[in-house]
């Protein structure tokens, strides 16, 4: 009952840089891997993934026994990413820093399968580009590739201990298998290795959930929505381990505020219809109830439970 608020990473200009290369870097690939490195970070994905697409015909040929040489006898890709990549010979490993940031670029955009083939590609090149394996985990993770994707944050890690954004990931993946003490410990890291950013928090929230440790639970994502006040499911697991503690009044608050930065959080609307029905707020809650279903119609037999399950308890809290 919550969002995967997952990490992912661009390759740097100066990290690309460091890269020992078979050959030079010609500048006209610097040049465009900048341009395109500026691009995604002002929201333009097709202008970066256009300009990813150039550094990496810059760098790539195709093998010319699969295509026709140009006139000095080399056989230059004039869409390396339109060939197999059995034809593709990349001359300069600086390349694979494009293709993980066209792959990166590609997610963001919904393209899985490009998203994919790219960090294949990128990881193809450069084996030990610890940030391939962290983004092609977040693309495994989307298709629901849950063992795949945390064998590639376990080998971003061997690749570099202080990646916290691979700790992160996959700290989420292990609570989402039930590993709450193993998310825990990934979370802790990823924490000390960065306390400045609040999804780390927030996982670590929904694992002291898994644990029934409430208390615990709330002052984490207290301090996820501190780091982040737009962090819709931050109030949903706040308002959920005050809920748990059997403060409804606070929890209602908490999904009221999850709703109010996320309309579309159908869980929200389920919990604050439990919230309500146990202080005996009917009308408000079926109101709650028939929203969720509404954004969810999966859920409809799980909100009746809880619905009946919140009626029961009231009952039992009466005759006491």
Known sequence: MRRYALFIAVVSLTLSLNVSSAAQTSEAAV??????????????LDGAIEDYTRAIRLGSRVDSGKSKSN???????????????????????????AYSNRGLARYQK???EGAMADLNQAIRIRPTLAVAYLNRAAVQRANRETMAAVKDLDRAIVLDNELYQAFSNRGSLRLDMGDSQGALADLNRAIKLNGNLAEPYYH???AY???????????????????SPN????YQGLGTA???KGHMEQAIEN?????????????????????????????????????CVRLRPDLKSQVERRAELARSLRRIGKQE
């Open 110 to 112: 919904g393209d899985l």
């Open 31 to 44: 040049n465009n891997f900048k341009n395109a490195l500026k691009k995604a970070g002002n929201g333009d």
């Open 204 to 206: 670590r929230g929904y």
């Open 231 to 234: 962090m819709a499911w931050a």
């Open 255 to 291: 999904f009221s505020r999850a709703i109010e930065k996320d309309p579309r959080i159908a869980w929200a609307f389920c919990n604050r219809g439990v919230a309500k029905v146990y202080l005996g707020q009917e009308t408000g809650a079926q109101a709650d109830f028939d929203e």
């Open 242 to 244: 005050w809920m748990f």
């Open 71 to 97: 006139a000095s006898g080399n056989s230059f890709a004039s869409g390396a990413e339109t060939s197999s990549d059995n034809e593709v010979v990349v001359v300069d490993p600086f390349i694979a820093n």
């Open 209 to 227: 959930l898994a644990m029934k440790d409430f208390d615990t639970a709330i002052i984490d994502f207290e301090r996820a929505i501190k780091l």
